[in-house]
């Protein structure tokens, strides 16, 4: 495992130590404790975990509002009457 020893991952260059998983005698050296989120996961979850099932969300929202628009855009209403168009607009 690598470990930074400037505490929480930023967006500064950090400095990170190499801690083998076990020791040579086969005893564990490092734990990776954390909170699994889903089943089968394998790592902690990111800061940013939240926010990117949201942008995934919102990608599936704008993908289905366009979808709806270009639908919307195929369809024409008409209107036939025998009245003039003022007597027509006003009927509506």
């Known amino acids: 495992y690598?470990?930074?020893e400037d505490g929480y991952p930023g967006w500064m260059p950090q400095k990170w130590t190499w801690i083998p998983r076990e020791l040579p005698g086969?005893?564990?050296s490092f734990i990776h404790v954390f909170e699994p989120v889903e089943?089968?996961?394998t790592r902690g979850a990111n800061v940013f975990y939240s926010v990117?099932?949201?942008?995934k969300m919102l990608d599936t929202l704008q993908n289905t509002q366009l979808q709806s628009a270009i639908v919307k855009a195929m369809y024409a209403a008409?209107?036939?009457s025998e009245l003039d168009t003022?007597?027509?607009m006003d009927f509506i």
Do not use: H, N
């Not at 990117?52 to 942008?55: L, R, S």
């Open 78 to 80: 008409t209107i036939e």
């Open 52 to 55: 990117m099932e949201q942008m």
């Open 2 to 4: 690598y470990v930074s």
């Open 26 to 28: 086969g005893r564990a």
């Open 39 to 41: 089943d089968g996961q």
């Open 86 to 88: 003022q007597s027509a």
